[in-house]
């Protein structure tokens, strides 16, 4: 059993299909998926083992992780758990680049993912906030659907497929107008740890103590850096980690309140609301009624 979200096609070449689903592995199970395409898949929520050509052995795949692959003859996601079922949402980006002879990845952005998705690329606790920041954007656009959201959601399927192949390269020394200590990489830092931690009871004293700096030194840096308070952040990050819960009907709203940092179900009703427009109920409804968009993929 899968739901599927989020889902847009016709994005051009050489994407072939954008969206978010989730899968339910059976107890103890696995499920066996081949396709004929490059994929890469972020891990938004839930856990398994999992077998692909390419990686020798069974690896883990938790929420977080990234997974670039090529086309491959099968996909095996595996639950170790004997005693339920558990569920495993991702966002899936599917490629189906032409071949053009000569790579030339700086040019051709079909190209650009043949060269660097030739491998298996499986990348643990990728998640940090540019990811975060892009499946925000990835989910506004699919949700409004506003003139021009393809462009848009092509751009932004441009720019996960680009920042997750930078997370396999190392990183460039930093510029000396982004040294460590400057008023952006604190701020960055902050965001790291309230993306980390969000599931917990936080205080703006807690998260100035993790970056060095004072609670009013803190504040003035975010105000300044993103024209909004640590804790409309927090609240953000909360919201979008529901809208990862949501789509999946076997968690009650009291459940999913409490996993995402909020004190009490009111709150997290009235807060949901007042950034998205609709009621977490709405919000549930809306997006399990979304027809996915057609992809072949066979499943056993």
């Not at 990686?55 to 929420?63: I, M, V």
């Amino acid at each position: 059993m899968s739901y599927s979200s989020h889902s847009v096609d016709q994005l051009g070449p050489p994407f072939r299909l954008s969206d978010e689903i989730i899968f339910l592995l059976p107890k103890n199970g696995s499920l066996t998926i081949r396709n004929q395409y490059y994929k890469l898949l972020l891990v938004l929520e839930g856990e398994a083992d999992f077998e692909i050509k390419g990686l020798e052995g069974r690896h883990s795949l938790a929420k977080g992780d990234l997974l670039c692959a090529p086309p491959v003859e099968e996909h095996v996601y595996i639950n170790p758990d004997v005693h339920q079922a558990r569920p495993l949402h991702v966002l899936r980006l599917f490629y189906d680049p032409p071949d053009t002879g000569t790579p030339r990845p700086e040019l051709d952005f079909g190209d650009y993912v043949r060269t660097h998705f030739r491998q298996v690329l499986h990348i643990p606790d990728a998640m940090d906030t540019r990811l975060h920041s892009l499946v925000r954007e990835f989910r506004e656009e699919t949700e409004t659907r506003r003139p021009g959201y393809r462009h848009r959601v092509r751009s932004i399927c441009t720019s996960l497929t680009v920042e997750s192949v930078r997370k396999s390269r190392p990183a460039p020394l930093a510029s000396p107008e982004k040294e460590e200590g400057s008023g952006e990489q604190i701020v960055v830092a902050a965001k790291e740890y309230i993306l980390k931690h969000y599931a917990q009871p936080l205080t703006l004293g807690e998260i100035a103590w993790q970056v060095g700096k004072g609670e009013e030194h803190l504040a003035r840096l975010f105000k300044r850096h993103t024209g909004q308070s640590v804790f409309d952040t927090v609240r953000e990050v909360r919201i979008d980690a529901a809208k990862t819960l949501l789509p999946n009907p076997a968690f009650s709203l009291t459940h999913i309140a409490e996993r995402c940092g909020f004190n009490s179900l009111a709150f997290f009703s009235r807060s949901f609301k007042q950034i998205t427009g609709l009621a977490p109920s709405q919000y549930r409804a809306h997006t399990l009624n979304a027809q996915p968009a057609p992809l072949r993929l066979e499943i056993s």
